[in-house]
């Protein structure tokens, strides 16, 4: 079984910017989809940045152009570096893994995922 830990979240002022990295072990994420999702306090978990393990990239609207996910093959994590961050993307993040979406489509869907780790807090506070 896959065993997820992210790290990285902290406070941040707005405008600033975050890396979050997500280990595994005792796998390489190489082989699976990865994907970031965040969950405000009292709303859903949603996707935020997906990447595949044939290298597909995903962002949800919210982020695209300021977030970038990547695989550091060094250190076999899957990073999200976040820039430009504002108070609505304060949230805990949790980074999700699947040996294969079932749906192409579902890239974002948090129903894909049957992987977690435990979440990193990220408040984008002045």
């Known amino acids: 079984q896959l065993h997820l830990v992210e790290s990285g979240g902290g406070l941040v002022q707005p405008g600033g910017s975050l890396r979050l990295s997500c280990a595994s072990s005792p796998l390489s994420l190489d082989y699976y989809d990865v994907a970031w999702f965040r969950q405000a306090p009292g709303k859903e978990r949603v996707g935020v940045a997906f990447?595949?393990?044939?290298?597909?990239?995903t962002y949800a609207g919210s982020v695209a152009g300021r977030f970038t996910i990547s695989r550091d093959s060094a250190k076999d994590t899957v990073d999200l570096q976040m820039n430009s961050l504002t108070p609505e993307d304060t949230g805990i993040y949790y980074c999700?893994?699947?040996?294969?979406?079932?749906?192409?489509?579902?890239?974002?869907?948090?129903?894909?995922?049957?992987?977690w780790g435990q979440g990193t807090q990220v408040t984008v506070s002045s």
């Open positions: 990447l595949g393990s044939n290298e597909k990239i």
């Open positions: 999700a893994a699947t040996e294969a979406l079932v749906l192409p489509s579902g890239a974002l869907d948090p129903s894909e995922y049957d992987l």
